[in-house]
């Protein structure tokens, strides 16, 4: 199992750009499937974007697609959340988690779902100012 932990989070005005880290700890990173979800206080943790084990494939929600882009770097168990014109409505903590995955691809159905992921990360803060 991987233990995992978020940083870069922060505070940017609206149309602004971030750039989240999540560096992964333990055996075989390259075996995991890796997404960024985030939460607001009082609502459901939503799925944000997912790479595949060898970052050939991703998959983001509709909500920020062409804006955030989702990357890895096996070789330095890592994975990256570019986001740019950030919106007040991407305000959130962002969490990085972590799914073994026996393909070397996204199924968009499990990955979305914050229950087939067995490592989290504490989360990262971001807030967006208008």
């Known amino acids: 199992q991987v233990q995992l932990e978020e940083s870069g989070g922060g505070l940017v005005q609206a149309g602004g750009s971030l750039s989240l880290s999540c560096a992964a700890s333990g055996r075989q990173f390259s075996r995991y499937l890796i997404s960024w979800f985030r939460q607001t206080p009082g609502l459901e943790r939503q799925f944000v974007a997912a790479?595949?084990?060898?970052?050939?494939?991703?998959y983001y929600v509709d909500s920020v697609k062409g804006r955030f882009t989702i990357s890895r770097d096996n070789t330095k168990n890592m994975v990256y959340l570019q986001m740019s014109s950030l919106k007040t409505e991407d305000t959130a903590t962002y969490y990085c988690a972590a799914q073994l995955a026996g393909r070397d691809s996204v199924d968009p159905r499990s990955s979305i779902n914050p229950r087939s992921y067995t490592s989290w990360g504490q989360g990262t803060k971001v807030t967006v100012s208008s």
């Open positions: 790479v595949s084990r060898s970052g050939g494939t991703t």
